[in-house]
């Protein structure tokens, strides 16, 4: 990869760091190829420098629009042989990728335009585009021509083409800006038209195609500028070649600058992929919905075909795996504060205690609901249930019955991607360092397991699992059913006495091994001390005793809808019991172990949205509550780092569409509300973003965090964060019919 756009550099003198004590006033530009992060001067590696600069404003052309515009104004000046006070000049630099459909096919190459036009007065400029290859590692020959600057590595080629002078450029030369000077950053093809019209076609032509996308998207009628927003970022983020949605474009970003280890974010985080899917069909993002569910089908074939578990996270490219955490050693990261991290550790905790296979499964069901996913209709069949979803939810239930088998089979699956990367090493390093790393690998490896069994089964994996089984339940009863309600289901040779019964014996499987899961998360996930959920539950696996059984049997024969008798057959009789946590000297738990089996996360706030609890469920009242406390009373939690805002030009969501989504159902239970849906003028939820309104991205980008007192914004944008911003938009929305 070569870096034209960055963060502070070792490899060359004077590359500027963002100003110290700033938010990141980051934008970001695209077009669903490729992407950069500008800041809101134009600095990094590809610079315009305005002499006497005082100050700069940055915003997109349009709410509808992906055209950066960055606006630099100069300090005035006093001519002293006029004895007149002369204005500052300004400069407007507009970037955008192109994209936009050309002869029937879309149109998005690995590319930036950049236009730089004077304002006001005649600016003294200077530009300024170097390069670097491989994480600043090794720097590329340049050959330079009449109008154009080719940067040329072992892998790459990329070509600077302008209408400026490529002396001026090469030497860093100060002029005076009087005419519009263009910039195309891509590929080593030459134009065969001038880069003034090429450049500005392209504008015209990606400006249009973003107008004509914003108008076919389904809005609240709140919040319409900030989803509208929202759409687009998440656009940026999907990968359209194979339908994947990237966590964030950043590696060197901290969540909170405080953070003492930064995770490369550029990877396909799945946990989530049901809320994703939930807020692409909410806004009718149908193309970039298809090519995600498509995306995570192909996961899933993958893996059962190669007979490897499901990964929490994977590169765009499904067949390529996670990259082997690295430090980088020629990049300062940003602010030079934290290192910079390139891959992804073997077994991350944040990542992988919540396994992904549930919401995986609850979202690849959407397509055989939505008449419009027709290139995803052409699975939906027989063959597609048995060999995939069922396939899937038996892997998961052997996740929950033996969770710590799984696990251990996943970290040695890791392991064995951290040897080959070990044995790649083996020709470019020495035997002491190869020798260091093995031995680093193996005490790794035991300190994983260690934790894996420390640990237990993750709460919220429970429920996903739980929620997946209930919805592939209900599926296949509607496929034997002929129910209307399924959409996409093919019946060619389709057997109706045969495979209508293997589907409602299915239907009965999974139904009673979702009421199964169920109870257990009740029964186990409940820490009566602190009376909540917890986020880990600790386990012992012990044979199935006959009352025991039998007690469970009643349980779901009582609770099934489907089934006036179980069979045993159905049932995994391997059980469990409860390991007990024993209190200190001082009779209270270590800040680890109350965080762990006594307190509950922020996932618990999305259960009710799974359908796996009422908000006026006693349960998740106290829950709630015990949450809330902590994260008022706990120093490291702010509670604004839970709540979101908006503005005229950005919006900031962290966390906080977690927690006002069940407020919002909460309260309109309790109040007997006759509508779901609450005004944003109504409720004190609108205060909460006024309050912090001034604090955020001017451009609006999407963080994971907010600190009030230091004004950091997290990694960015990332996309759950957006896709919760959208769930709970429309939830705080006031209703189109209750408008006009």
């Not at 990094?44 to 509808?64: A, T």
Request: aromatic fraction near 10%; glycine fraction near 4%; charge should be negative.
């Amino acid at each position: 990869m070569m870096a034209m756009t960055a963060s502070q550099s070792l490899g060359h003198d004077e590359v500027p760091s963002l100003q110290s004590g700033t938010s990141y006033d980051l934008a970001v530009i695209g077009n669903s190829t490729y992407s950069c992060i500008i800041d809101r001067t134009s600095r990094g590696l590809f610079e315009i420098k305005l002499e006497n600069f005082e100050s700069s404003v940055q915003f997109y052309d349009g709410c509808d629009s992906l055209i950066l515009k960055t606006r630099l104004t100069s300090s005035e000046q006093i001519l002293a042989y006029l004895l007149t006070l002369y204005s500052g000049e300004i400069v407007e630099v507009t970037d955008f990728c192109p994209r936009f459909e050309s002869n029937g096919r879309s149109f998005k190459p690995s590319m930036l335009v950049r236009i730089v036009t004077p304002v006001q007065g005649v600016p003294q400029i200077s530009v300024r585009c170097l390069a670097s290859i491989h994480y600043n590692s090794q720097f590329p020959d340049i050959e330079t021509g009449s109008n154009h600057i080719k940067f040329e590595g072992s892998d790459i080629k990329i070509r600077l083409q302008t209408n400026l002078s490529t002396s001026i450029i090469r030497n860093e030369t100060t002029f005076a800006l009087v005419e519009p000077q263009y910039f195309i950053l891509s590929s080593d093809e030459p134009f065969n038209k001038s880069i003034e019209k090429v450049a500005t076609e392209y504008l015209s032509k990606t400006k249009s195609y973003w107008f004509n996308y914003c108008r076919t998207i389904n809005l609240p009628f709140s919040y319409q500028r900030q989803v509208m927003r929202c759409v687009m970022q998440l656009r940026l983020l999907a990968f359209d070649e194979t339908g994947g949605i990237i966590n964030s474009l950043t590696s060197s970003i901290p969540n909170q600058i405080e953070d003492a280890h930064i995770s490369d974010m550029r990877y396909c985080w799945l946990k989530d992929s049901i809320f994703t899917v939930n807020a692409l069909h909410k806004v009718q993002a149908i193309e970039t919905l298809e090519n995600y569910i498509s995306f995570l089908i192909n996961i899933a074939r993958f893996s059962l075909k190669k007979e490897m578990p499901i990964e929490t996270s994977y590169h765009l490219v499904i067949n390529k795996s996670r990259t082997y955490e690295q430090e980088t050693v020629c990049l300062a990261g940003y602010e030079g504060l934290h290192k910079i991290n390139i891959g992804q550790p073997f077994f991350n905790f944040e990542m992988d205690s919540v396994n992904p296979i549930g919401s995986i499964i609850l979202a690849i069901n959407y397509m055989f609901y939505d008449i419009r996913l027709i290139k995803l209709s052409k699975q939906a069949n027989l063959s597609f249930v048995q060999d995939v979803l069922v396939k899937l939810a038996e892997r998961a239930y052997c996740i929950f019955k033996r969770p710590l088998k799984y696990h251990l089979s996943y970290l040695k699956m890791a392991q064995d991607n951290l040897n080959a990367y070990i044995e790649g090493l083996a020709q470019s390093s020495g035997p002491q360092k190869i020798d260091y790393l093995e031995k680093l690998n193996i005490e790794y490896y035991m300190n994983k397991v260690a934790e894996i069994k420390k640990l237990g089964i993750n709460t919220h994996s429970l429920v996903l699992i739980s929620t997946s089984f209930k919805s592939l339940s209900q599926l296949c009863s509607k496929i034997a059913k002929r129910s209307q309600s399924v959409m996409n289901f093919s019946y060619e040779n389709h057997d109706e006495e045969k495979h209508d019964r293997y589907l409602m014996e299915q239907s009965q499987i999974w139904e009673i091994r979702s009421i199964e899961v169920k109870e257990f998360v009740n029964k186990y996930g409940w820490c009566k001390k602190n009376q909540t959920y917890t986020s880990f539950i600790q386990v012992k696996q012990i044979p199935g005793k006959e009352e025991e059984q039998d007690k469970l049997l009643m349980l779901i024969q009582k609770k099934s809808k489907l089934s006036s008798s179980i069979n045993l057959k159905h049932l995994d009789m391997q059980l469990y019991s409860h390991i007990e946590q024993q209190p200190n000297a001082n009779g209270g738990f270590d800040e680890e172990e109350e965080k762990l089996y006594h307190l509950p996360d922020t996932h618990l706030l999305l259960w009710h949205d799974l359908d796996f609890i009422t908000p006026h469920d006693i349960k998740f009242k106290q829950s709630f509550t015990r949450l809330q406390d902590y994260m008022i009373n706990n120093p490291n939690l702010r509670l604004c780092e839970y709540l979101w805002q908006f503005n005229e030009t950005g919006f900031l969501p962290t966390y906080a569409s977690k927690v006002i989504s069940p407020l919002i159902t909460y309260q309109s239970t309790v109040l007997n509300s006759s509508s779901h849906n609450m005004s944003y003028e109504s409720n004190d939820y609108g205060g909460l973003h006024k309050t912090i309104s001034t604090q955020g991205s001017e451009s609006s980008l999407i963080s994971i965090q907010l600190n009030a007192e230091s004004k950091y914004l997290g990694n960015f944008p990332e996309s759950q964060s957006l896709v919760h911003f959208i769930i709970t938009a429309f939830k705080l929305s006031k209703q189109w019919e209750n408008i006009l």
